[in-house]
């Protein structure tokens, strides 16, 4: 079992939608937890940064953290064909030390 | 301000041969990381450099390797090329102090045959 595990789509959507993407993960001592967004082609852009538990929003974006449950979710309101890229969540267990583990990343098209 | 530039995009070698891949980080950031992206095994962390120290390592063979010069350009070099080092490899710049805050490259996209 890898230490993140990230559900690879692909996932469409109709423009408008609200998206919801997921990874679970083992380690208990992540504390860091990161979205990335990837247009093919092109290095991953950071989109989301949170730190523990708790939820963070950022215009269209909300990032959620669930440590108990070692589940974190990233959704995106209001979808756009513009948002159709790779997404990847990362996470790491400290910030003095950072080697972060990601997901394989998940797919996402936003179809007009 | 300049984003992190990756030289060069794109990279054609043989089995055995060694390449040299160079990353130049956002003015003032000291932190260089470096990754791999491959289809099967996604995004890796290959190591981290900072201040022209190797601050953090990842879990590959020693035929990787890099350095960090003054400027904070930052170089990797695979030796002894093989099949499955073909690869994005992508390097990412951060001011060092926050982690988890980092910028990418484009990437280098190399293909070993």
């Known amino acids: 079992q890898k230490e993140v595990e990230q559900d690879p789509g692909p996932l469409s959507v109709p423009e408008g939608a609200i998206v919801s993407l997921n990874c679970t993960y083992s380690n208990s001592a992540f504390q860091y937890f990161m979205w990335y967004r990837q247009y093919s082609r092109k290095g991953p852009e950071l989109l989301m940064y949170?730190?523990?538990?708790g939820n963070k929003e950022d215009g269209r974006f909300t990032a959620q953290v669930d440590k108990s449950s070692k589940y974190i979710s990233l959704f995106i309101r209001d979808s756009q064909p513009s948002d159709s890229a790779t997404y990847l969540c990362?996470?790491?267990?400290?910030?003095?030390?950072?080697?972060?583990?990601f997901g394989r990343g998940t797919s996402l098209i936003v179809h007009p | 301000k300049a984003g992190v530039t990756q030289t060069p995009r794109y990279l054609i070698k043989t089995r055995g041969q060694q390449v040299t891949l160079s990353c130049s980080p956002i003015s003032g950031h000291r932190s260089v990381s470096w990754y791999q992206q491959t289809p099967g095994q996604g995004l890796q962390f290959l190591f981290e450099?900072?201040?022209?120290?190797?601050?953090n390592k990842g879990n590959f063979p020693g035929r990787f390797s890099g350095r960090q010069f003054s400027n904070s350009r930052s170089e990797m070099n695979v030796s002894t090329l093989e099949l499955g080092d073909s690869a994005l490899y992508l390097c990412?710049?951060?001011?060092?102090?926050?982690?988890?805050?980092?910028?990418f490259g484009p990437g280098t996209r190399l293909t070993v045959l």
């Open positions: 990362a996470m790491s267990a400290s910030g003095g030390s950072y080697i972060p583990t």
């Open positions: 450099y900072f201040s022209e120290t190797q601050r």
């Open positions: 990412a710049s951060s001011s060092g102090t926050s982690y988890n805050e980092q910028f």
């Open positions: 949170t730190y523990s538990s």
